[in-house]
C-alpha cells in the first residue's frame, strides 16, 4: 500500500541555521508529490510540489526540495531557518492511479530557538 | 490568495450526539474534501464530493457520516452520533478541477478541532 514516513516527529535548530525535514514515500511509480506547512491556527499551506521534470523544485518561503527515486525520498531543505519557520511541516502523495486522494505523513513539528 | 473557510474553530460535544462542521470552499471550486488528524496520527482522507454527490470515501466514512451541500457556498460535515475516537482536527479543501490530473493546487481550511467527551 502506498504510504509516507516522516522519521522525525519534532526538530529543533537555532535561527539562521540549515534545515532538511526528511519524507520517504512508497509507491511502485513516480507519485506527485508535496509538501505542506501548518502554521498555528493556519490551514494546511502548499510549500512546493514534485510532479516530473527537474528533480530539485523551489517552493514559497525559500524552501527547496530533492526528489530521489534511489531512496524514495522527497527532503524539504531551508538554507537559513527563520523564527517564523516555526509550524509542523507534512509530506504527502498523490493521486494516485484512480484516486483523488492525498496520503499524508505524520508531520514533523519544527522548533526555532532565537 | 483565495481561502477555504471553516467554522467552528472549536467545537466540543458530548460522547452520542450530532455535530455539524461547515466549510464555505473557494467560490468557483468545484471539488470538495474532508480530511481528519487526530492528535499525533497522520492527515486522513475522508471523503471527495463532487456535483452534489460523494465521488470518493474512505474506510473511516461509515454510516455515521455525512456530506452535504446545502446551498451555492456551503460544504457540511455531519457526524450523527459522535464517539470518542471522533477527536481529530477536520480540514475541508477544495479545488477548481479534480485533483487526478495532477497539478491542481489544493486549498485547505484552518480547521475545526472537534473534541468529544
Known amino acids: 500500500a502506498q504510504s509516507v514516513t516522516q522519521p522525525d516527529i519534532h526538530i529543533t535548530v537555532s535561527e539562521g541555521a540549515s534545515l532538511e525535514l526528511r519524507c520517504n514515500y512508497s509507491?511502485?511509480?513516480?507519485?506527485?508529490l508535496f509538501w505542506y506547512v501548518q502554521s498555528p491556527g493556519q490551514g494546511l499551506q502548499l510549500l512546493l510540489k514534485?510532479?516530473?521534470?527537474?528533480?530539485l523544485v523551489q517552493g514559497i518561503k525559500g524552501f527547496e526540495a530533492e526528489f530521489k527515486r534511489s531512496q524514495s525520498s522527497f527532503n524539504l531543505r531551508k538554507p537559513s531557518v527563520h523564527w517564523s519557520d516555526a509550524a509542523e511541516y507534512f509530506c504527502a502523495v498523490g493521486p494516485l492511479g484512480n484516486t483523488d486522494k492525498l496520503i499524508f505523513g505524520t508531520g514533523t513539528r519544527l522548533q526555532v530557538f532565537p | 490568495e483565495p481561502e477555504v473557510t471553516q467554522t467552528p474553530s472549536h467545537q466540543v460535544t458530548q460522547m452520542g450526539q450530532e455535530v455539524i462542521l461547515r466549510c464555505v470552499p473557494i467560490?468557483?471550486?468545484?471539488?470538495f474534501y474532508w480530511y481528519r488528524q487526530i492528535l499525533g496520527q497522520k492527515v486522513e482522507f475522508l471523503v471527495s464530493?463532487?456535483?452534489?454527490?460523494?465521488?470518493?470515501k474512505s474506510e473511516i466514512f461509515d454510516d455515521q457520516f455525512s456530506v452535504e451541500r446545502p446551498d451555492g457556498s456551503n460544504f457540511t460535515l455531519k457526524i450523527r452520533s459522535t464517539k470518542l475516537e471522533d477527536s481529530a482536527m477536520y480540514f475541508c479543501?477544495?479545488?477548481?478541477?479534480?485533483?487526478?490530473?495532477?497539478?491542481?493546487?489544493?486549498?485547505f481550511g484552518s480547521g475545526t478541532q472537534l473534541s468529544v467527551l
Open positions: 479543501a477544495s479545488t477548481r478541477t479534480p485533483r487526478r490530473r495532477g497539478n491542481e493546487k489544493l486549498f
Open positions: 514534485y510532479f516530473s521534470g527537474d528533480t
Open positions: 467560490s468557483n471550486h468545484l471539488y
Open positions: 464530493f463532487y456535483n452534489n454527490e460523494i465521488s470518493e
Open positions: 509507491y511502485g511509480a513516480t507519485p506527485y
